[in-house]
């Protein structure tokens, strides 16, 4: 399994609902990541967990709230967004110089 | 300044062209260099790795230069399937992937 899969791979909601992205990955990769894009932007770090445990938070406003239940999991859940938080978030996970990211959730807030 | 700067293009080139991107970096103390390609809706895949030697995967070939801080890609007889935005990406630290802001290329018939 060389993947990372995310899901929804579409996802509407509204300001005052609260959602979670989901993101799995089997390869015993022990850092992963969350990243947020706009169109035509290029990917921007959000979090990074290691060995289950965060160690980077990119000054992400606390709207976004990462969780990692183990190794093989990443969740990223979402509450009180705002429509300039509309983006595709993508889930990556690395070993050494070998980073993999997932197709991705395209997030439309309304 | 920005970490990772590219030229935005877009590129447009006939197929059979030989196309140059280059990319430069402002941490001089980064060790880890790619190239990414993504399609539009779709998430980034690596290409290739850039070492310092020079590297060519097929009609791809990447170079860095640590001295200027400076990384290019040359795609030779490029193809339709090359249109794409290419990413230049530094790794900082043990986990940080700083993406420039793409190369937009467009391969015409």
């Known amino acids: 399994d060389t993947e990372v899969t995310q899901t929804p791979k579409h996802l509407v909601m509204g300001m005052t609902n609260k959602k979670s992205l989901k993101c799995e990955q089997h390869?015993?990769?022990?850092?992963m990541y969350w990243y947020k894009q706009k169109a035509k932007k290029p990917p921007e770090l959000m979090f990074v967990?290691?060995?289950?445990?965060?160690?980077i938070n990119e000054s992400v406003p606390s709207r976004f709230s990462p969780e990692c239940p183990n190794s093989s999991l990443l969740n990223l859940h979402l509450h009180a967004l705002q429509p300039e938080d509309s983006a595709l978030y993508l889930c990556?996970?690395?070993?050494?110089?070998?980073?993999?990211f997932g197709q991705g959730t395209r997030l439309t807030v309304v | 300044r920005k970490e990772v700067e590219q030229d935005p293009g877009p590129f447009n080139v006939p197929e059979g062209a030989t196309v140059a991107f280059n990319c430069t970096y402002s941490?001089?103390?980064?060790?880890?260099f790619f190239w990414y390609r993504q399609d539009c809706r779709k998430e980034p895949k690596l290409l290739m790795s850039?070492?310092?030697s020079g590297n060519e995967d097929g009609r791809f070939t990447a170079q860095l230069n640590r001295a200027s801080q400076y990384i290019s890609l040359l795609i030779r007889d490029s193809k339709l399937s090359d249109s794409a935005t290419y990413l230049c990406?530094?790794?900082?630290?043990?986990?940080?992937?700083?993406f420039g802001q793409g190369t937009r290329l467009t391969i015409n018939p």
């Open positions: 990406v530094v790794k900082e630290g043990a986990q940080k992937l700083v």
């Open positions: 941490n001089s103390a980064s060790q880890s």
């Open positions: 850039v070492y310092s």
């Open positions: 990556a996970s690395s070993r050494d110089r070998v980073f993999v």
């Open positions: 967990y290691s060995y289950e445990k965060l160690s």
């Open positions: 390869m015993g990769h022990r850092a």
